[in-house]
């Protein structure tokens, strides 16, 4: 998977129902506020929910959203990577890159053509905004959102996480 040593053990699959309590887990550690049910209701809904273990252990998760909220991605049929995590101690070892390309291989496989993502605008998504730039996500031009929903000039918005700005990557793009 990488020459990079910490990379070895590393495990990324779809989860499935049966691994709710170790996403969960991931979800507590990131000090994540999902409300109860939340990986349930993300089977139920037909998104693809990616796992990463390592030494055993789930360090963390992400998920593809087929027909996701955002009304462009929706009209244009480009998925969503959403809610990636990574727990604190298994950070700066490439397992976000490596799960971002494993939705990335996912869609290609369905057929798409291109991958949406959304990133927070402060300070705490930093390390997001610079992963999606390396590996070639733009914007998508509708400029900021805020809960999935594009901002005109003048509203009044709280800088929180559904503040979000839209990234958009062409699959060929390698």
Request: net charge neutral; glycine share 10%.
């Amino acid at each position: 998977m990488s020459d990079n040593p910490l990379m070895k053990n590393l495990i990324l699959r779809e989860a499935t129902e049966t691994d709710i309590p170790a996403l969960d887990a991931v979800s507590a550690a990131m000090r994540a506020t999902h409300e109860t049910g939340y990986f349930a209701r993300s089977f139920k809904e037909g998104r693809t929910v990616l796992l990463a273990e390592q030494a055993g252990a789930a360090v963390g998760y992400v998920q593809v959203n087929w027909k996701p909220n955002y009304a462009p991605f929706r009209r244009l049929n480009i998925p969503e990577i959403q809610d990636l995590n990574v727990v604190p101690t298994a950070r700066q070892q490439g397992i976000g890159d490596a799960m971002v390309a494993f939705c990335e291989s996912l869609a290609r496989g369905k057929g798409h053509e291109d991958m949406g993502i959304s990133v927070g605008l402060y300070a705490r998504y930093g390390a997001a905004q610079r992963l999606y730039v390396r590996r070639g996500y733009v914007p998508d031009g509708a400029g900021v959102s805020y809960d999935d929903v594009p901002v005109t000039a003048g509203d009044m918005r709280a800088v929180d996480d559904l503040l979000t700005l839209k990234l958009v990557k062409n699959l060929g793009q390698g």
